[in-house]
């Protein structure tokens, strides 16, 4: 049994099996007349799958390109040259053609030239006619093409109906292309859902209840007529619900094709054993993309009302911050694999980066996801979320997927696609967003359904100086404070406090008009050696949304702290590189791994540590180091190791292959270097060594002395020679230090005895 719900322009088709689909609603005329002659078909072969899946694995691993999901035949299939004219009794006209794709797990089509004078009706369903799309007006085309969802099975009929009264105007359509699908066939029949990994939390689940306005803007996107994206409805400032929609340029091809479907999602935290309903709007014009942040936005055309979104796809326009703040956290809803909608979170920090080979320094935010989540091919263009809710980035790229949760992923970062230098409304953010130029530094999102229209609303947001691990017992906190109210904000009292202490009211005073933010930087404070919470909230009674009104930071302050410095750049195999800092307990201080193949990356990271001894380890999974690529993209990786401005541990480039693994032993007394690393004027080997070490310096040195790493002098002697060999047979084995003093200073390295 059928059943239609018309529901004006955005069609909603429910099924035995729950599907929905596009266009204004209505029956195909063939349904309702018996003498409509035999349909014509058209046959295709099947493809070769197996190089088809060789080749996605490739684009897969890294979320390159749209997730391909189909074969496309290019065709020339017109109204004139194939199908069936059938004139009815009233002198009213149908023309049929049935394509058949060998094999296939779905169908859909790209249409060119189509012409639909009011009154003309175009639609596509499967042959059993349980499976409908349409009718089809010219209020879906753009420039005359459309690209249709996927038809289930392998087959699908177009019918085109003139009225007898429109049979003397220009009338037609050509088929340019037939996509034969070749995955996701439990997407699209038995609705297992089991493309992507599983992983991937449904965005109904519980972690997703504060994320509901962002879930109905994000939408999955059929690019190319046989490649899923993600991407999502963005606001601008005129708040006018244009329909914008921010994907990633690497999505791109003929956007008038393009099919952006809303609302595909399960109802709760299960996957569902049959499709969820959606929705579907067709066609779409360029407004302007960029490959150095690799951004993409467009307008849809096609199905709108009043020159928007339907309500009846439950729309939701993102706000979006162009200020490239770092966010506390960052949240992404996507569609991996083509799948039902998703929802990932990075509860740290992102760090600024140049990844996927940009051209642009610091043109990506390098996220790793956490709460076992992670994103896969198809979540291409989905939108990166700060904890304020807006947009900051869209997905370019990385390693990330239910196999390899540790996977760096990167985003093109808002900021940088906003007013890029020698930038024109083809490849700005701005021109399309802020057309007024406001000077707006973000905006909030638009539901349709539930404006406010706030008059006096601050925010603090971004606090800095009071997260992670501080080297020093003097802090420097800092807040931002955004205007989301229609007033100017001219003064506002700010209170704050360290860990539950005194209140301290720092009132600020300025000139902040809607959407924009400045930095306060507050007092400086100086804390115990320890762990801390900061908080600051906004006193006034005017704020209509309290809501949004105080931050909080958690910190830990290590009072002469020592702060050495990892500069490591990976060769083109970097996701076979992991590294770890463990101290003298071989507990892991430090860590990173997750990095992307052929894409040149180099990671700078401070370790805050005490005065004692580390070993900081570098892992190779294939077993050749940082090297094997030097006539490849990014050569032979390297590593050092600083403390105050000098080297305590490397791996020269031509040196890079240390294998499996490498330790880099060193340790910190204070601000005297102790390391592997042999000056010119000091040589000791071997080291580590069994029962003697021999000594050689450019200078007879005045005394040398040799301490435990608590400090306790263990031996005390003048050398004679510039060359010496010293017993260590007494001593146990472990970390030592060794002393050369001269007139100029001393030198202070270390000793291992095995």
């Not at 306790?712 to 001593?731: G, H, Q, R, W």
Request: one cysteine or more; glycine letters at 8%; aromatic letters at 10%.
């Amino acid at each position: 049994m059928r059943k239609f719900l018309t529901l004006s322009m955005c069609f909603i088709l429910v099924l035995q099996q729950g599907w929905a689909q596009q266009g204004e609603g209505g029956l195909p005329k063939s349904l309702l007349f018996s003498q409509v002659q035999a349909l014509a078909s058209v046959s295709f072969n099947e493809p070769l799958i197996a190089n088809l899946r060789a080749e996605d694995s490739i684009v897969d691993a890294e979320k390159t390109g749209p997730w391909r999901f189909g074969f496309n035949n290019t065709t020339n299939l017109t109204t004139d040259n194939s199908g069936t004219w059938t004139t009815l009794p009233n002198g009213d006209q149908l023309w049929q053609l049935k394509i058949i794709c060998e094999n296939a797990l779905t169908v859909n089509l790209t249409l060119e030239n189509v012409q639909l004078p009011e009154g003309n009706e175009l639609y596509v369903y499967n042959e059993a006619k349980s499976f409908i799309l349409g009718k089809f007006t010219e209020n879906h085309l753009y420039e005359g093409q459309l690209g249709t969802e996927l038809v289930p099975g392998n087959t699908a009929i177009v019918e085109y109906y003139v009225p007898a009264s429109n049979v003397n105007l220009l009338k037609g359509l050509t088929i340019h292309t037939v996509t034969h699908g070749y995955r996701t066939a439990k997407e699209f029949q038995t609705k297992a859902f089991g493309s992507s990994g599983n992983c991937n939390m449904n965005v109904n689940c519980p972690d997703g209840s504060a994320w509901e306005n962002q879930r109905n803007s994000a939408i999955m996107l059929v690019s190319g007529s046989n490649g899923f994206c993600s991407g999502a409805l963005i606001n601008n400032v005129l708040q006018n619900q244009k329909p914008y929609v921010l994907t990633a340029n690497h999505c791109y091809s003929n956007p008038a094709t393009w099919i952006f479907r809303f609302n595909w999602q399960s109802h709760d935290c299960l996957n569902p054993t049959t499709s969820p309903t959606f929705e579907s709007l067709s066609g779409a014009v360029l407004r302007a993309k960029r490959t150095p942040s690799d951004f993409c936005l467009v307008e849809i055309t096609g199905g709108l009302v009043n020159n928007t979104v339907p309500a009846f796809c439950n729309p939701y326009f993102s706000g979006w911050d162009n200020t490239g703040a770092i966010p506390q956290n960052t949240t992404c809803i996507h569609h991996p694999d083509g799948d039902i909608k998703k929802i990932s979170f990075d509860d740290q920090s992102p760090s600024i980066s140049q990844g996927m080979n940009s051209s642009e320094a610091n043109s990506t935010w390098s996220i790793k996801w956490d709460r076992n989540t992670t994103t896969e091919g198809g979540s291409s263009g989905s939108p990166l979320f700060d904890e304020n809710h807006r947009i900051i980035g869209q997905l370019w790229g990385g390693g990330a997927s239910c196999n390899n949760l540790t996977a760096t992923d990167f985003y093109g970062r808002f900021s940088n696609s906003w007013l890029p230098s020698g930038s024109d409304s083809s490849n700005q953010l701005k021109y399309w967003l802020d057309p007024t130029n406001t000077g707006a530094q973000f905006i909030n999102g638009l539901d349709p359904m539930n404006p406010i229209n706030a008059n006096f609303d601050g925010q603090l947001s971004n606090p800095t100086g009071v997260k992670g691990i501080n080297c020093t017992d003097t802090i420097y906190p800092s807040i931002r404070l955004s205007n989301i109210g229609a007033t100017t904000l001219t003064a506002l009292p700010i209170q704050y406090s360290f860990d539950g202490g005194g209140v301290q009211t720092y009132n600020w005073t300025g000139n902040l008009p809607q959407w924009q933010s400045t930095i306060i930087n507050l007092p400086m404070a100086t804390l115990s050696n320890g762990n801390h919470t900061f908080t600051a909230a906004i006193q006034s009674n005017l704020d209509v949304n309290p809501t949004n009104n105080s931050v909080t930071g958690n910190f830990s302050t290590l009072n002469n702290g020592n702060i050495v410095t990892m500069n490591l750049n990976l060769d083109c195999y970097a996701s076979e590189t992991s590294w770890k800092l463990l101290n003298s307990n071989n507990i892991v201080l430090y860590s990173g791994n997750g990095y992307s193949n052929n894409n040149p990356i180099a990671v700078t990271q401070d370790f805050c540590l005490t005065s004692t001894c580390y070993t900081f380890k570098i892992f190779d999974q294939y077993g050749d180091g940082m090297s094997g690529c030097s006539n490849q993209n990014g050569g032979n990786g390297d590593l050092n190791l600083t403390f105050n401005d000098t080297v305590i541990g490397e791996i020269l480039e031509a040196n890079a292959d240390f294998g499996d693994s490498l330790a880099i032993p060193f340790c910190l007394s204070g601000s005297v270097i102790v390391g592997e690393l042999v000056e010119n004027e000091l040589k000791l080997y071997p080291n580590p060594t069994s029962n003697w070490l021999t000594v050689e310096t450019k200078f007879l040195a005045d005394k040398i002395c040799i301490t435990s790493i608590t400090g306790d002098e263990l031996l005390n002697f003048e050398p004679s020679t510039l060359k010496m060999s010293v017993s260590l047979e007494a001593y146990s084995a472990g970390v030592y230090f060794i002393v050369i003093h001269s007139k100029s200073g001393k030198i202070t390295k270390q000793l291992i005895k095995k």
